[in-house]
């Protein structure tokens, strides 16, 4: 049985999570382990982004997506990113600083 709170999330296609971490390689896969923490009461701690998702971007498309869908809904988790990808890294620093208060 998983114990879902203070949860930490692991979005890359490549690199293995860190100790402590659930490891998820795609949006949607992503999107739906939120959905299951919250469906328990659960809490999350941070969110940790990769941007590109390689062949998993498939399913659903870069990570960044994970931003929008925390935006549309109002639910501002705390949010850390490991992305090697300069520019996506600078859009989604834009719509951290414009979002997360």
Request: net charge negative.
């Given at each position: 049985m998983?114990?879902y709170?203070?949860?930490?999330?692991?979005?890359?296609?490549?690199?293995?999570?860190?100790?402590?971490?659930?490891?998820?390689?795609?949006?949607n896969?992503?999107?739906?382990?939120?959905?299951?923490v919250?469906?328990?009461?659960?809490?999350i701690?941070v969110?940790?982004?990769?941007?590109?998702?390689?062949?998993?971007a498939s399913?659903?498309?870069?990570?960044i997506r994970?931003?929008?869908?925390?935006?549309?809904?109002?639910?501002?988790?705390?949010?850390?990113?490991h992305?090697a990808?300069?520019?996506g890294?600078?859009?989604?620093?834009?719509m951290?600083?414009?979002?997360?208060?």
């Amino acid at each position: 049985m998983i114990n879902y709170n203070n949860i930490k999330i692991y979005v890359d296609d490549v690199r293995k999570a860190p100790e402590g971490y659930v490891w998820t390689k795609s949006v949607n896969e992503t999107i739906a382990f939120i959905e299951e923490v919250e469906s328990h009461g659960g809490s999350i701690d941070v969110i940790d982004l990769d941007h590109d998702l390689g062949e998993y971007a498939s399913d659903g498309g870069d990570a960044i997506r994970i931003l929008d869908f925390l935006v549309e809904r109002e639910t501002f988790y705390p949010v850390a990113l490991h992305t090697a990808n300069i520019v996506g890294r600078q859009n989604m620093e834009r719509m951290i600083n414009r979002f997360w208060k």
